[in-house]
């Protein structure tokens, strides 16, 4: 049996029970079902919350369905007759949930929400007398009446944590509450890494020196991996493991015995590769050293070897992959591959692949999975974290200086009113000397080459000591970095990210963000209030809440001073030009920027601005209207013309418009607003930017 498959044996529970409802399971953002629920929806008026239940997962446990309003979801695939899976309309309001992560920090955040619901639908004192556990499992997903129940929109696929507490029967007959809460499986699919240990049960007749120590993982190759004896014969024939898996996937590249290298030929060490299975199964590659007469192994001998995983080239994002297929109980179910691809897209070409060796200190420490990859493997790539999305676990890439998805302008769709104080970040967050130590020696326990970004090599380091004072980052000390290019972009990276401040603000959004718009995503932000004109922005919250989005984002390189203005240094749309190696690049204006209006700015030239009420509905834009304000506390229904292209058009609400009052704007006949039929406004103070087009109005 090969790992994988003996992994995918031990599948977490949490993924098995909903194995089957992902056999379409979406591979994009928004698959074309969501797309029409969303253009025909805006406001996701009728999109509800579903909770599904397992209580007691072995035969005889429990399986509800409960949500805010009655919903009916249907299921044609694969069943002779239609079946229909209705949720129960407990829920007095729905949770928020929330999604966030911090730039910088790998370490995922597990994600929970709290549930109360009537005992009286699970009946846990008869499960209990089942001899049953209550401890089970939920999937949180969003729907709309009628949709096919595998194009729901999971939300949260968890277990059910903290325990789950309830009451008996009250006299009248009635039941107290059943609480539980639902969390990201973060503690049931993690494995320890690696996950056999060497002991007598194993190796019969085990090297003393090598009891409790670990085999080695490798990904990709690695230099000089610590091999582990296996036995101990004095002279003659010895074995060293080199790595789990067999022969045919392992190249040996060179050998090293007490810090010398040996030909598979030399007299006094002749070996080869080979493969075997331990008294448990497990395969394992290893270095079998042959009779040679005058040779004697002494217990303090080390063997090191250079090896090659075949047909194996795995990027820094895919290295994560495989660690998490193989080696943890997500296998593929676990892991949602729209963060695996959006993540690899972001980390640049020619980026040199990672050397991996897991144990590669020789120890007989462990570690889980998750542990390993958040807290020892992502150390060397600060530009990586993991979160949990959706019903799965994955990698993000945060980078400002990637192309933005799209632009929001504070107050017009998809966000209005701003949420949050504006908070810059900790000047203790802020470095401007930055050493990185990689290709490192495992056989000398030393690194064999350093990169460092100073103030006497890099322009931001020297402008963020000129602010701030002389700060130094700890050194980064790169198990898996071999190449002088990978070190480069890493060291980079955070001289771009980390010298100088940034800012985080909350906006409230439309809730159709939350489906179009991932944590990580880079995008331009203007907010007019600070100076802010398409400032890059990385999107780190996203909480949903019925019928709303709030939506944080983190800002770089911004300044403000007491009286709110603003400026910059050097010019471009992320304020501080840079190039290659991280160096403050010439503004062309030679220095600082003021805000605005100075020296010959943009001149604004007079628009034609009409206010309406609901008196006034349905009203007829005018080809001459610049800007419509809508004041009404009523519903008001604006109506476009046909005019040639070219022509934009600003729709703004006032604080009187919300889901009761909302404003409906209609195209001319035989035309639309981005392809939709409408688009209605329901937030106060929201706002909407359209240009006229060949077949009607588009959204800017």
């Known amino acids: 049996m090969s790992n994988k498959d003996e992994f995918r044996l031990n599948l977490a529970p949490v993924y098995k029970i909903w194995a089957e409802s992902d056999r379409f399971r979406q591979q994009g953002r928004v698959n074309s079902v969501w797309k029409s629920i969303i253009n025909n929806d805006n406001i996701l008026k009728n999109v509800k919350m579903v909770i599904d239940i397992r209580i007691g997962t072995e035969e005889g446990g429990k399986q509800i369905r409960i949500s805010g309003q009655p919903i009916e979801l249907i299921n044609t695939l694969g069943a002779q007759n239609l079946e229909s899976y209705a949720a129960i309309p407990l829920m007095q309001e729905e949770p928020e949930i929330s999604n966030t992560y911090q730039t910088g920090n790998a370490t995922s955040s597990a994600r929970s929400l709290s549930i109360s619901i009537n005992p009286s639908l699970i009946d846990p004192a008869a499960l209990i007398q089942k001899g049953l556990f209550l401890c089970g499992f939920a999937e949180v997903s969003l729907a709309v009446d009628g949709l096919e129940w595998m194009h729901r929109h999971v939300v949260i696929r968890g277990d059910l944590s903290g325990g789950v507490s309830f009451g008996g029967r009250r006299k009248d007959g009635t039941f107290s509450t059943m609480d539980f809460e639902v969390v990201d499986p973060r503690e049931t699919t993690a494995s320890k890494l690696p996950n056999w240990v060497m002991d007598i049960g194993r190796f019969t007749t085990l090297f003393t020196g090598s009891l409790g120590q670990v085999y080695p993982i490798i990904v990709n190759e690695y230099p000089y991996v610590p091999a ?347 304020g501080l030009p840079y190039d290659e190696q991280g160096q403050l690049g010439q503004s062309q204006s030679g220095g600082y920027q003021g805000q605005s209006g100075q020296g010959g700015g943009n001149q604004v030239q007079s628009q034609n601005i009409v206010e309406i009420t609901a008196e006034d509905s349905p009203y007829m834009v005018q080809t001459s209207d610049d800007v419509v304000v809508v004041n009404s506390s009523l519903p008001v229904t604006v109506v476009l013309p046909n005019v040639e292209s070219g022509k934009s058009l600003n729709i703004k609400a006032t604080n009187l418009t919300s889901n009761q009052s909302p404003i409906t704007i209609l195209p001319a006949e035989n035309y639309t607003i981005d392809g939709e039929s409408q688009f209605i406004l329901t937030f106060s103070n929201s706002a909407i930017t359209l240009i006229s087009g060949s077949s009607g109005w588009l959204i800017l």
Not at 381 to 402: A, H, K, L, N, Q
Not at 517 to 539: N, V
Request: charged share 20%; hydrophobic share 35%; aromatic share 12%.
């Open 228 to 574: 582990v004896r296996v036995t101990s014969a004095s002279n003659g024939n010895n074995s060293f493991i080199i790595s789990h898996g067999t022969s045919d996937l392992v190249s040996l590249l060179s050998t090293y015995v007490n810090g010398e290298p040996v030909s598979p030929s030399d007299p006094n060490y002749p070996h080869n590769i080979s493969s075997d299975l331990d008294n448990y199964g497990v395969e394992y590659s290893m270095v079998q050293f042959t009779s040679s007469m005058g040779t004697v192994w002494e217990d303090s001998d080390s063997v090191y070897c250079e090896v090659n995983k075949l047909n194996q080239d795995l990027s820094i994002i895919g290295v994560i992959r495989e660690l998490l297929e193989k080696y943890s109980s997500f296998g593929i179910q676990g892991l949602e591959p729209v963060l695996f691809s959006d993540a690899e897209a972001k980390v640049p070409y020619g980026i040199g692949n990672p050397r991996v060796c897991i144990n590669g200190s020789g120890s007989s420490s462990q570690a889980t999975s998750i542990s390993y990859i958040e807290s020892s493997y992502l150390e060397s790539y600060p530009m990586v974290s993991m979160i949990w999305e959706r019903g799965g676990y994955g990698p993000i890439v945060t980078d400002f200086r990637t192309t933005a998805i799209t632009h929001f302008v504070s107050g017009q769709h998809p966000i209005f009113d701003r949420a949050s104080l504006v908070q810059e970040s900790d000047k203790a967050s802020i470095c401007n000397e930055f050493v990185l130590k990689y290709n490192y020696n495992a056989m000398l326990d030393q690194f064999e080459s350093v990169i460092i970004r100073s103030p006497d090599n890099s322009g931001l380091c020297s402008y963020s000591r000129t602010m701030f004072g002389y700060r130094s980052s700890s050194p980064i000390e790169s198990l898996t970095i071999f190449d002088d290019a990978t070190a480069s972009y890493v060291i980079n990276w955070m001289v771009a990210h980390q010298s100088l401040p940034s800012y985080y603000v909350e906006y409230e959004g439309a809730p159709t963000l939350f489906f179009k718009m991932r944590r990580g995503d880079t995008i331009e932000l203007t907010d007019e209030e600070f100076g802010w004109d398409r400032e890059s922005a990385t999107i780190e919250k996203m909480t949903y809440r019925s019928g709303r989005t709030l939506i944080g984002l983190r800002v770089w390189y911004r300044y403000m001073d007491l009286d709110g203005s603003a400026y910059t240094i050097g010019s471009g749309p992320t």
